[in-house]
T-cell receptor, first 112, second 113 residues
Framework: ETGVTQTPRHLVMGMTNKKSLKCEQH?????MYWYKQSAKKPLELMFV???????ENNSVPSRFSPECPNSSHLFLHLHTLQPEDSALYLC???????????FGSGTQLSVL | SQQGEEDPQALSIQEGENATMNCSYK?????LQWYRQNSGRGLVHLIL?????REKHSGRLRVTLDTSKKSSSLLITASRAADTASYFC?????????????FGQGTILTVHP
């Protein structure tokens, strides 16, 4: 089983839908991240949870709501998204004190 | 403005040739990382070089770091078609105990068989 698992791999949703992205890490790490990768833009850090506390929220619209119930699981709840939110959403994990990130395969999100 | 910027944006070579990608950054760092991403997939860590290191090797990868010029290069020797991917440099934001990284826009490498 891979170290960081994301589901679903692909998601198509309408602007009025509510959906959730799930991330699970099996590496024993204690920090988890959501990154957004849009076409022709660098990866954007959205949220960071360190030791299960949210420590970063980089001006992300409230239609994105993260949840970290424990150090192994991370969710991104989505509601009333816009077409410009279509992107690859990447989850990553690391050990606090270490800079190396381990990424999941991502969820390719399309908002219609 | 971006912390890390890669150059070139795209690189197309034949199998067996070497590929060199460059990264420039703006602020002082204590380390720099390189990641690889296959199309539509997650990023995979390749190598980390610390500010007190000038060069580091890992298999067919060679990374250099010049802190005076605030630049790094990634060399892939004897490239293979399987090396086709996007390559990103990443620098730490600093002041945190976790891995908050800033990524560049990446270099798209295409290796033709």
């Amino acid at each position: 089983e891979t170290g960081v698992t994301q589901t679903p791999r692909h998601l198509v949703m309408g602007m009025t839908n509510k959906k959730s992205l799930k991330c699970e890490q099996h590496l024993g790490h204690n920090a988890m991240y959501w990154y957004k990768q849009s076409a022709k833009k660098p990866l954007e850090l959205m949220f960071v949870y360190s030791l299960e506390e949210r420590v970063e929220n980089n001006s992300v619209p409230s239609r994105f709501s993260p949840e970290c119930p424990n150090s192994s699981h991370l969710f991104l709840h989505l509601h009333t998204l816009q077409p410009e939110d279509s992107a690859l959403y990447l989850c990553a994990s690391s050990q606090v004190g270490y800079e190396k990130l381990f990424f999941g395969s991502g969820t390719q999100l399309s908002v219609l | 403005s971006q912390q890390g910027e890669e150059d070139p944006q795209a690189l197309s070579i034949q199998e067996g040739e070497n590929a060199t990608m460059n990264c420039s950054y703006k602020t002082s760092i204590n380390n720099l990382q390189w990641y690889r991403q296959n199309s539509g997939r997650g990023l995979v860590h390749l190598i980390l070089i610390r500010s007190n290191e000038r060069e580091k090797h890992s298999g067919r990868l060679r990374v250099t770091l010049d802190t005076s010029k605030k630049s790094s290069s990634l060399l892939i020797t004897a490239s293979r078609a399987a090396d086709t991917a996007s390559y990103f440099c990443a620098t730490p934001a600093g002041g945190t105990s976790y891995g908050k990284l800033t990524f560049g826009q990446g270099t798209i490498l295409t290796v033709h068989p």
